[in-house]
Structures are given as structure tokens and as C-alpha cells.
Nanobody, 125 residues
């Protein structure tokens, strides 16, 4: 059974940091683009950051650029998201996703065929 399992979410004060992890099992995603998305209550799921299969090309949404950093360790089949300078607007469920059809990450959720169950990030003011 293929699974993506996120962890690292929690409740933090504004200005704080978190490091999210996403561990894959059941198959390797070392040849797949991967990304983080988030969904706040009452809002659509939005792209946060993406990374190519080798981990040497990343990009992030304008809303998080400079504060969020995506990385991966293919040897550990793990994806990471370092989140700094959190604000209450970052409160959401964060999902990792894998696109097994592309090497480069795209920002369309429909391109991703594997998803984790999500981890909640809550930022208090």
C-alpha cells in the first residue's frame, strides 16, 4: 500500500517556526516531482512549494516565498517543508503530494496522484 504520511504540525505563536515532514512508503518517489499544498477552512487547496525529482530545483508561491523552504531526501524517501516567520494567515492543513508523471513540480493540484492525509498548522497571534 502506497502512503504519504505527514508530521510536524502543531500550534505555534506568530513569528515561530515549524518543520514538516512527509514520509513515503510502499514505493519510491525519487523519480517524481513533489510538492506541499495547504487548505485553510472555507478555502480551496493552494500550492505552497514544489521540488523536482532530484531536489535541485524548487519554487514557492509568492505568499510564502522567503519564509518557506522545501527540500527532499530521496535516500530516506522523505519530503520536508521548513516554515519560518509564521503568521495567522498560514493556519491551514498542510498536505504533501507526489506527481509520478513529471520530474518538475507544477502548481496544479490535479497533476498530483498521491496525497498524504495532512497535518494541521495553527498559528496564534
Amino acid at each position: 500500500q502506497v502512503q504519504l504520511v505527514e508530521s510536524g504540525g502543531g500550534v505555534v505563536q506568530a513569528g515561530g517556526s515549524l518543520r514538516l515532514s512527509c514520509v513515503a512508503s510502499g514505493r519510491t518517489f525519487s523519480d517524481s516531482a513533489m510538492a506541499w499544498f495547504r487548505q485553510a477552512p472555507g478555502k480551496e487547496r493552494e500550492f505552497v512549494a514544489g521540488i523536482n525529482w532530484r531536489g535541485d530545483n524548487t519554487w514557492a508561491a509568492d505568499s510564502v516565498k522567503g519564509r518557506f523552504a522545501i527540500s527532499r531526501d530521496n535516500a530516506k524517501n522523505t519530503l520536508y517543508l521548513q516554515i519560518d516567520m509564521l503568521t495567522p494567515k498560514d493556519t491551514a492543513v498542510y498536505f504533501c503530494a507526489a506527481d509520478t508523471h513529471r520530474f518538475a513540480a507544477q502548481n496544479r493540484a490535479s497533476y498530483y496522484d498521491y496525497w498524504g492525509q495532512g497535518t494541521q498548522v495553527t498559528v496564534s497571534s
